[in-house]
C-alpha cells in the first residue's frame, strides 16, 4: 500500500475544487494517507455519484489514515485516475460520504506517485446521482439559496410591494399576481445566473426594507 504524507482535505458531501475551499471549512491536516490509482470509469462514479465501496476493501485501508492532531481515522484514502486526486471519507458498511480535492501542489505530487502504481479493481455498487451544477460555482450557489430564502419570507410576510419592486427590476413590466411573481423570481435564478448577482444586489440596496 503506498502513502501520501503531510496534505490537507476539506471533507464535504459535494465535491468541491480547491479554489472554492471556504474560510470556515473544517480543513483537515493530513499526516499519512493510502493512495490508490483507478480507472477513469470508476473516478467518474465515485466522484459524482453515491458509491458503496466492497467491504474487503474498507477493512484494508481501516486506521491507515494519521492525521496531525494524534488521532487516526478508520476510513479515508486518496482515489486518482492519472488525472485528478479524490479523497474520500468512508463509513463503516463502505458507503463514500464525503468527498476532498486537493491542493494544486499536493494534488501533483499525488499524481506523480500515481506513475509508479498499478490500478486497482475495487467491486463497488452506484446509486443515485449527488446533485451538483458545474455551471454555477460555491459563492453562487450560497447566494441562490439565500435569495430563494428571503423571497419565500417576503411572500409569506406578504411584503407585496417588496415583490413587486424586484420583479419590476428584473422582467421590466409590472403584475399583480403574488404568487405569480414569487415563482417566476425563483424559477429565473435557475435559468440565468446574472439574475443570482442582479437580486443579491438589490437585496443589499434594500436591506433595511425587508428586515
Same mark, same amino acid.
Given at each position: ?10 471533507? @464535504? ?8 475551499? %471556504?474560510?470556515?471549512? *473544517?480543513?483537515? @491536516?493530513? #499526516?499519512?494517507?493510502?493512495?490508490f490509482?483507478?480507472?477513469? $470509469? ?10 458503496? /465501496?466492497?467491504?474487503?476493501? !474498507? $477493512? ?8 496531525? /492532531? +494524534? %488521532?487516526?481515522?478508520? %476510513? ?9 486526486? &479524490? ?6 458498511? +463502505? @458507503? !463514500?460520504?464525503? #468527498? ?10 499525488? &499524481? ?5 502504481? $498499478? ?10 446521482k449527488?446533485?451538483? %451544477?458545474?455551471?454555477?460555482?460555491? /459563492? ?11 423571497? *419565500?419570507?417576503?411572500?409569506? @410576510?406578504?411584503?407585496?410591494?417588496? /415583490?413587486?419592486? &424586484?420583479y419590476?427590476?428584473l422582467?421590466?413590466?409590472?403584475k ?6 414569487? *415563482? ?13 448577482? #442582479? ?13
Amino acid at each position: 500500500m503506498k502513502y501520501i504524507y503531510d496534505i490537507v482535505l476539506n471533507f @464535504n458531501k459535494q465535491y468541491f475544487n480547491f479554489f472554492e475551499w %471556504n474560510i470556515n471549512d *473544517n480543513i483537515i @491536516n493530513i #499526516r499519512k494517507i493510502p493512495i490508490f490509482k483507478i480507472s477513469d $470509469k470508476f473516478y467518474f462514479d465515485i466522484k459524482n455519484y453515491s458509491i458503496k /465501496l466492497d467491504t474487503d476493501f !474498507v $477493512k484494508s485501508i481501516e486506521n491507515q489514515t494519521l492525521l496531525y /492532531l +494524534g %488521532n487516526n481515522h478508520q %476510513n479515508m484514502c486518496l482515489f486518482s485516475n492519472s488525472k485528478e486526486v &479524490l479523497g474520500v471519507m468512508i463509513d463503516k458498511n +463502505g @458507503n !463514500v460520504i464525503k #468527498r476532498s480535492s486537493l491542493l494544486f501542489d499536493e494534488e501533483d505530487e499525488a &499524481l506523480e506517485l500515481c506513475e509508479e502504481l $498499478k490500478t486497482t479493481k475495487i467491486e463497488y455498487t452506484i446509486g443515485s446521482k449527488i446533485e451538483n %451544477n458545474e455551471f454555477i460555482c460555491r /459563492l453562487e450557489k450560497s447566494q441562490k439559496e439565500k435569495i430563494i430564502k428571503t423571497i *419565500n419570507e417576503l411572500f409569506n @410576510n406578504q411584503n407585496i410591494s417588496v /415583490l413587486k419592486y &424586484l420583479y419590476f427590476d428584473l422582467f421590466e413590466e409590472e403584475k399583480d399576481d403574488i404568487t405569480y411573481i414569487k *415563482n417566476r423570481l425563483i424559477n429565473s435564478l435557475n435559468k440565468n445566473n446574472n439574475n443570482i448577482e #442582479r437580486l443579491n444586489t438589490i437585496f443589499s440596496a434594500i436591506k433595511k426594507e425587508i428586515i
